[in-house]
């Protein structure tokens, strides 16, 4: 299969109006900007473990099993592959 991406063939949107200026909107002053909800977001992102121990757990036993994942599912999954190779 070949993809070919072609940024020319793509039409771009009119923009109507883009000359006309916003009404009603007005920059903000520099004192009224208040950045405290990204400072908490910040700071709950430091809370965030970086390792989950009930994950870990999970990918031990699963990791445990020889029978993970099924033969069953490995041969279905490499049909789809061989099909979808040869087109």
């Given at each position: 299969?070949?993809?070919n ?7 771009l ?29 910040g700071?709950?992102l ?11 757990a999970?990918?031990?036993a ?20 061989a099909?979808?190779?040869k087109?």
């Amino acid at each position: 299969m070949e993809i070919n991406f072609n940024p020319n063939r793509i039409p771009l949107p009119e923009l109507a109006g883009s000359t006309v200026a916003r009404q009603g909107s007005s920059p903000a002053a520099p004192d009224s900007v208040s950045f405290s909800p990204a400072a908490s977001l910040g700071t709950s992102l430091q809370d965030i473990p970086l390792v989950r121990p009930e994950k870990v757990a999970q990918a031990k036993a699963l990791g445990s099993v020889t029978s993970y994942p099924p033969a069953d599912l490995l041969d279905r999954i490499a049909t789809l592959l061989a099909v979808h190779m040869k087109k």
